[in-house]
């Protein structure tokens, strides 16, 4: 029996307007306003159905509903009551399955889902979890002002959607695991290297092609008719190319084929073309780029458009056929192109085996080396022409201007210098103290620009402590410039002169208190660095010598601390407060006392502005009293030879 549906549904009629001189009509009773009625009080009697997305269409709330016969059943739909219209769902029989209707169900599969489909409103309907949701606040279960759960997700599909399996179409299909490529056993093995060789075989053929295609027209490259010479080059990995070339042309540029196509070989071959076969070759392409290079005018103008490294690659060639043009061609480029450079090692490496006589190698050469550039002319004193621009680039930075421009030099001068250095100990260590000639300043030229700037800064501290405050920028100039030496000094470990003849400057240091503050602080920061160098070890002097340090330049730095701290961006405390502690610990302990307990009573009074080596003088006092109250004095152990008398005597 076929499932129907009807829609009721009642319409009200528009009165129209009275007419003029007419009476109007006695007010009527609404009809939908007492249907809405009936309506209602039938609904507050029959139990409350629920449309839910987990079971059937109509499901009752309670097991007295679920239990009542299969007759028709009225649904309430879910709009608001005043616009309330009722759909009667028709009867179902017995033998109907109870199985719910999937929502996305055909209209044509299912009337009764039509005819609700059908029901026009303006408002949306609203969910099932809206009505369980309203039942149990009826019920006391919720708290008024919760809000309401969210709307449940959408579980009633009965198969997925396209979307849902293209993004699951791993759990549909799972791929299976590729197996590791195994190599392949006889034959197969054999067909595939064949294969891979015959596209290489025909990748090589397309390049050449490319290349003879590019020649300018009227260009007899690889001409069938009027080649006499049948050229094919084989490579070593089994690739050949056969070319049509000219004999006359071959010999003309070549002294290699001028003594292998002579006159005399001609005359012995009795058919045209000859047959000529150049095997091993490390680069057919290049081959073919040097032949080309033979049938050009203008070879410069044609290398132009190549890299530094397929000039290389043509240089090897047409010095191994003796290309005289070529050869010099490809060094005129190499002499005027820009290069990388991870390209200059390759530059200077095949030049060296190439050993070419010409004097375009010689021009390449000086890009790179030295020792070529300084044949030619023979040095007035015979120094050393590096160390003398070193020095000269030492000299601008400290005699400069700006002060950025000073800062950034400073550091490139002292990346160079640390790379010489660390170049020159491993040549040194690998006997090949030569390759880095002319690269590195002496130690005599370092202390030379380290005087003059000592003798600068005495100059300029003495017209300051005068009152001469003119030039007293001066001062932190110079101290600035004495402590990047210093820097320089102490990475090439050649920095004991240094502070002796620091620790000798007692005339500087007593004219320090009467320098302003504000332009003596600088002369401090070598000072502190002195102390973090000894407290590091980068610096081994003697015992003398440290004291001295630290009587000349103590209690200047104690003054400056302040400020350093405030005025220098970037001043690390710790590390010159552990470099001072640490320089004290070195000296004998009667030493340490003395300073140690001045620090103390300094440090009390200053607070910040005096550094803080409390570690060292708890060092220093474990060292001086904890050990020797704490420890029990332990007399040397005696020799006791009663033992060996008395078995002496009883075996007597």
């Known amino acids: 029996m076929a499932t129907s549906s009807y829609r009721l549904k009642t319409h009200t009629q528009q009165q129209p307007p009275p007419q003029p001189g007419t009476q109007p009509r006695p007010q009527q009773p609404n009809r939908r306003s007492n249907t809405n009625a009936k309506r209602r009080k039938r609904r507050e009697t029959l139990p409350p159905h629920v449309v839910s997305s987990d079971g059937p269409w109509c499901c009752a709330t309670s097991s007295s509903v679920a239990a009542s016969p299969p007759h028709a059943r009225r649904v309430p739909a879910v709009v608001p009551q005043d616009q309330a219209e009722a759909v009667l769902i028709a009867e179902v029989p017995p033998s109907a399955s109870p199985s719910p209707l999937p929502m996305d169900a055909s209209p044509a599969a299912s009337p009764a889902a039509s005819a609700v489909a059908a029901f026009s409103s303006p408002y949306p309907p609203y969910p099932s979890s809206y009505s369980k949701f309203n039942s149990a606040l009826n019920a006391g279960l919720l708290n008024p002002m919760s809000p309401p759960p969210p709307p449940p997700l959408d579980k009633t599909r009965s198969s997925p959607t396209l979307f849902d399996m293209m993004a699951n179409e791993q759990d549909y299909h799972p791929r299976p695991a590729v197996p590791p490529q195994l190599p392949l056993p006889g034959r197969a093995g054999a067909a595939l290297a064949a294969a891979s060789a015959q596209d290489r075989q025909l990748l090589l053929q397309e390049r050449v092609a490319e290349i003879i295609g590019s020649c300018s027209p009227g260009n ?50 009795r058919s045209l073309p000859h047959i000529v076969e150049i095997s091993d070759c490390d680069d057919v392409e290049v081959y073919v780029e040097t032949l080309r290079l033979m049938y050009c005018k203008d070879l410069r103008r044609r290398l132009m458009r190549e890299d530094v490294s397929k000039v290389l690659g043509i240089l090897k060639v047409s010095a191994s056929i003796a290309f005289d043009a070529g050869v010099l061609s490809c060094l005129e480029y190499l002499e005027a192109a820009p290069w990388a450079e ?273 570690r060292g003088f708890e060092v220093w006092w474990r060292r001086a009293f904890w050990r020797r109250n704490g420890e029990p004095d332990q007399q040397p152990p005696v020799l006791r030879i009663t033992a060996a008398a008395a078995a002496c005597e009883n075996s007597c």
């Open 220 to 269: 007899q490259l690889n001409d069938a008719e009027s080649g006499d010479v049948r050229l094919t080059l084989s490579s070593k990995d089994g690739l050949t190319v056969s070319l049509n070339v000219h004999r006359n042309i071959l010999v003309a540029h070549s002294r290699f084929f001028a003594a292998k196509l002579s006159d005399r070989w001609s005359k012995q071959q």
């Open 342 to 614: 991870d390209e200059e090692e390759k530059v200077a490496s095949l030049l060296s085996q190439l050993h070419l006589d010409s004097s375009g190698a010689e021009e390449v050469l000086k890009r790179v080396s030295l020792e070529m550039a300084t044949c030619d002319a023979e040095e007035p004193n015979g120094g050393n022409g590096g160390e003398e621009i070193l020095v000269r680039l030492i000299q601008v930075v400290l005699e400069g201007k700006d002060e950025k421009a000073r800062r950034e030099m400073k550091g490139l001068v002292s990346k160079m210098l640390r790379e010489n250095n660390t170049a020159s100990q491993c040549g040194g260590m690998g006997g090949g103290g030569g390759a880095n000639r002319g690269g590195d300043l002496s130690k005599e030229s370092l202390y030379s620009a380290c005087d003059g700037c000592l003798r600068s800064l005495r100059h300029h501290f003495a017209l300051a402590a005068a009152s001469d405050l003119i030039e007293a920028a001066q001062i932190a100039r110079q101290a600035d410039n004495l402590h990047w030496i210093l820097d320089i000094l102490i990475d090439r470990q050649i920095a004991d002169d240094f502070l002796r003849t620091w620790a000798c400057q007692a005339e500087l240091s007593e004219m320090h208190p009467r320098v302003p503050a504000i332009h003596r602080y600088e002369v401090s920061r070598v000072t502190a660095r002195l102390f973090v160098a000894v407290g590091k070890g980068q610096i081994l002097v003697s015992k003398e010598a440290r004291c001295l340090l630290l009587r000349t330049w103590l209690e200047p730095f104690y003054e400056d601390f302040g400020w350093m701290r405030r005025a220098c961006k970037g001043l690390d405390r710790h590390l010159i407060e552990d470099g001072l502690a640490n320089t004290i610990l070195t000296l004998p302990l009667a030493t340490q006392q003395e300073i140690l307990l001045a620090w103390f009573d300094r440090f009390l009074n200053a607070g910040d502005d005096c550094p803080n080596i409390q």
